[in-house]
């Protein structure tokens, strides 16, 4: 018994304290032991065949552990779940996805992708699909902006492969239109975005004809600034709903626009209702201020 102990620990202590029922029978643990365990409360079941060994503690960690295991063998993370923990995007989807090559149904909390065998690789002891897998499923159900955001992280990290792209994306799967789109107008600007806001304004620059800022989130005489051109002395500041949470922020945020304006930059503010709701009026005021035809 003490034997078995020791072994379960240690394929546990792998992976954030969870283990599968399959990996328990590998040890030899036999099923009368797992039920003797699961009554003593050395073993909690958290998913069908998938157990938490000496404790009931949560983290995202084992909650993804737990969704592979559950999965069987030959699971991964995909579509948005790899990409998050890629960190190729900055938000983690709500469902976990996973892609198995054996029949599983999906539980709350965990979709399951029923597929053929497909390429594995590991990335912070969690397996996953390869990231080009990965961003064609992305693909499939992304909004285009997002699918191009998370190109332009993989791109800043050096692990963007366009002709693998190219290929996958030529093979009439879902999410193959969408990520052709997507590598047509590729823009690794934004991956020095830092906010929803900041991903919504260089879109909008590009539909109307205006060129992209010559750079985002960059210091000007010690000032960070949203965007900037400059040729044209033009700073762009983007004010999302949490900006101006108290008066020292907004007094903070007057004393940077003096210290741009001594140094000759012109600033423009615009905020979530203006791009969202009001894009017309920033392009024509954007244009004008650029010294471009309205």
Request: proline letters at 5%.
């Amino acid at each position: 018994m003490r034997e078995w102990n020791a072994k379960v620990q240690a394929v546990a202590e792998r992976q954030w304290g969870r283990v599968s029922w399959a990996q328990l029978v590998a040890l030899g643990v036999d099923d009368s032991a797992i039920s003797r365990w699961a009554v003593s409360g050395y073993l909690h079941q958290e998913l069908p065949r998938v157990y938490a060994v000496g404790h009931r503690a949560q983290s995202v960690e084992a909650g993804l552990v737990a969704a592979v295991l559950y999965a069987g063998p030959g699971a991964m993370l995909s579509h948005g779940t790899a990409l998050w923990w890629l960190g190729l995007i900055d938000t983690r989807p709500r469902m976990i996805h996973v892609s198995s090559p054996r029949r599983c149904q999906s539980l709350r909390g965990i979709i399951v992708h029923g597929r053929r065998p497909c390429e594995r690789t590991w990335e912070k002891a969690l397996p996953t699909t390869s990231l080009e897998q990965a961003l064609l499923d992305y693909a499939a159900v992304a909004p285009p902006e997002r699918l191009r955001y998370a190109l332009a992280n993989a791109d800043y990290h050096q692990v963007l492969d366009i002709p693998a792209l190219q290929v996958i994306a030529g093979n009439g799967r879902a999410g193959s239109t969408k990520l052709r789109s997507a590598l047509t107008r590729h823009e690794p600007k934004l991956a020095h975005t830092r906010s929803p806001l900041e991903r919504l304004f260089l879109p909008l620059c590009e539909r109307a004809g205006i060129p992209l800022p010559d750079a985002v989130n960059v210091l000007i005489k010690g000032v960070l600034v949203d965007a900037v051109w400059w040729e044209q002395k033009l700073v762009v500041e983007l004010d999302g709903k949490d900006n101006h949470s108290s008066w020292n922020q907004i007094q903070s945020d007057r004393s940077k626009e003096l210290i741009l304006r001594r140094a000759s930059f012109e600033v423009r503010r615009y905020g979530t209702r203006q791009l969202e709701e009001e894009a017309a009026e920033v392009e024509v005021d954007l244009k004008t201020a650029l010294g471009l035809p309205a």
